[in-house]
């Protein structure tokens, strides 16, 4: 067992216990991996995942990343829908400890950056859109228009699955009621 430092899943065998059965090539791949290798795209979809804003507050104001979290109680105070613990000063929370749909959507992550950087066209394409290029042709032989991505609508995730995972999380500019 190898420890994964700066992400949500602290170790190869809680990755490789959620990869195990997933049918798909990128999530074999990564599985086969050598630990620190796995590490890498654990600690970079840990990175993309606390980019974004999210509701509430870090459980501790000491704390590393953005999970756990603590709410204030109001009429929309969590996305678990039941108040279980308060604190002293009036946060609730579920528990101290990551979510586990939080150590999913980093897993989640982990695959598709692994299926992003394993294609290097891929590279290339966002190489391309971040020098502001549209759409490109080669003497007539081969055009591109090169269309928004889920990283583009999903707040830096290339995982659609990952970004369903945290929505319930995610702030937003006002409560829906």
């Not at 999970?67 to 604190?87: A, H, I, M, Q």
């Amino acid at each position: 067992m190898t420890a994964f430092s700066d992400s949500y899943i602290l170790t190869d065998t809680i990755l490789e216990a959620y990869l195990v059965g997933d049918p798909r090539a990128s999530a074999a791949a990564l599985a086969a991996l050598a630990a620190a290798n796995q590490a890498w795209y654990c600690a970079r979809a840990t990175k993309l995942i606390d980019a974004i804003s999210y509701q509430g507050y870090p459980y501790l104001s000491t704390q590393a990343r953005q999970f756990p979290r603590k709410y204030l109680p109001t009429e929309y105070y969590s996305p678990w829908g039941e108040l279980v613990t308060v604190d002293m000063y009036g946060y609730c929370y579920v528990s101290a400890d990551v979510p586990q749909d939080v150590i999913d959507a980093t897993a989640e992550e982990a695959i598709a950056q692994y299926a992003f950087f394993a294609d290097s066209d891929n590279v290339d394409r966002k190489a391309t859109k971040e020098q502001g290029v549209e759409s490109y042709n080669l003497d007539g032989v081969y055009s591109e228009t090169l269309k928004r991505s889920n990283a583009d609508t999903h707040y830096g995730l290339l995982s659609s699955e990952a970004y369903n995972i945290l929505t319930k999380y995610i702030a937003r500019s006002a409560a829906i009621v």
